[in-house]
């Protein structure tokens, strides 16, 4: 019996293939590289590797250098791999090793610069990090494109593997100079549901990343801080600030949240929510595996409140710009609309009913033991949804009723 992701690749695969007749299809390895289902494509066009963070650690390895060794299971020989330059040494290293073993040729695309994009454009996805994503698309793109029109890959490359590289700096960069309109436009429309995403809904402004690893959570800070700045000098009045966070096993929260416990301007998140997983019960994946323990689950969820507490609270300590009119107030809450609708103070009127029919409450407050709504008083709510994809989905899904 296939694994939920391995069938649901090959359901994907017989669409594009069968159904759909697809020009290009992008493929994403579901964890790792090595032992993934997508190898069935023995002879991709070309392959991309982004940058490297610990993540599934339990399957992959502890270290940047073993989760590299798996990443690198894409690369097959004669096919050409791009990758965006690594924070880690060693992980450049052991990408190269990778790509002489296979006789892959490897390239490195260089982040690209704001003023290629044209005067007053921007990425369509925010963040210092997109620049190097931005990056790997085009190569990518460019590699598929010279290949679909018969020009091969020595033809526009330049360089090309000829045998083993010695070091990581003789791997090829390629040039991202000149970028075409219709590139420039592709970038600029780039969209892409729960990543770096903001939805407003009257007096509450939603900012949805699925940040779950502690590199991708770093950059989700920088752009809330960023944008959730920008917004507030626009408007005339008290703004606060909430989290709503789940991270599923076996991730530990801690680390992570450890990146938003402060801003440049010292305003403390005022309402945390922790949820655990009861509407997520048809779609928690745990090694490929459905499973659910609401017990555990809510375990899990308590120590992820205790976690963001001990922080705040170390975070403080000594703080005089952080004062008793600075509340932090910290529930857990059992479904996504719910503890949306708290972290909205209540503004978010749409949600109420929702709310309250998820927890089956004909009347009285909203919560866990009768936990009310946090009486703050405030003319708008900035709410930063983040540390799991599968709750950023589920939380989209509310805000837009589809």
């Given at each position: 019996m296939p694994s939920m992701f391995c069938l649901g690749f090959l359901v994907a695969i017989y669409i594009f293939v069968r159904v759909e007749e697809v020009d290009v299809a992008i493929i994403e390895v579901g964890t790792g590289g090595q032992f993934d289902g997508t190898n069935v494509i023995q002879r991709p066009v070309v392959c991309g590797i982004t940058a490297l963070h610990l993540d599934h650690q339990d399957v992959l390895g502890n270290t940047i250098g073993e989760i590299a060794w798996h990443k690198a299971g894409i690369f097959k020989k004669g096919v050409p791999a791009v990758t965006t330059p690594q924070s880690s040494h060693c992980a450049m290293e052991v990408l190269m090793n990778r790509a002489n073993e296979r006789e892959c040729p490897l390239f490195v695309a260089p982040p690209l610069n704001e003023s290629q994009l044209g005067e007053g454009l921007c990425l369509g996805i925010a963040g210092g990090k997109q620049l190097y994503n931005a990056a790997l698309a085009v190569q990518l793109a460019r590699i598929w494109l010279q290949d679909k029109n018969g020009l091969g890959l020595s033809a526009k490359l330049g360089k090309v593997y000829q045998g083993p590289l010695a070091d990581v700096a003789d791997i090829p960069e390629l040039s991202t100079s000149k970028l075409s309109a219709e590139m420039m436009t592709g970038l600029v429309n780039t969209r892409l549901a729960g990543r770096a995403q903001i939805m407003k809904k009257g007096n509450v402004t939603y900012y949805l990343d699925g940040a779950h690893t502690t590199g991708s959570m770093e950059q989700c800070a920088e752009w809330f801080q960023d944008e959730a700045t920008k917004e507030r000098s626009t408007i005339h009045g008290k703004v606060v600030r909430a989290l709503v966070f789940s991270m599923a096993k076996p991730r530990q929260a801690a680390p992570h949240l450890q990146y938003l416990k402060t801003f440049k301007d010292h305003v403390t998140l005022n309402a945390v929510l922790k949820l655990h997983a009861r509407d997520f019960s048809t779609l928690v994946v745990d090694h490929l595996s459905l499973t659910?323990?609401?017990?555990?689950?809510?375990?899990?969820?308590?120590?992820?409140?205790?976690?963001?507490?001990?922080?705040?609270?170390?975070?403080?300590?000594?703080?005089?710009?952080?004062?008793?009119?600075?509340?932090?107030?910290?529930?857990?809450?059992?479904?996504?609309?719910?503890?949306?609708?708290?972290?909205?103070?209540?503004k978010n009127v749409s949600?109420?009913?929702?709310?309250?029919?998820?927890?089956?409450?004909?009347?009285?407050?909203?919560?866990?033991?009768?936990?009310?709504?946090?009486?703050?008083?405030?003319?708008?709510?900035?709410?930063?949804?983040t540390g799991s994809l599968v709750m950023v989905g589920r939380a989209i899904k509310v805000l837009t009723g589809e």
């Open positions: 659910y323990d609401p017990a555990e689950a809510k375990e899990r969820t308590a120590q992820q409140v205790e976690d963001w507490e001990a922080i705040l609270s170390a975070r403080s300590a000594g703080q005089p710009n952080v004062s008793a009119d600075q509340p932090c107030v910290s529930a857990s809450l059992p479904s996504t609309v719910s503890a949306l609708w708290w972290a909205s103070l209540g949600l109420e009913a929702l709310a309250r029919a998820d927890l089956g409450m004909d009347g009285g407050e909203l919560g866990e033991g009768g936990m009310e709504v946090p009486d703050v008083d405030a003319v708008h709510v900035q709410v930063l949804v």
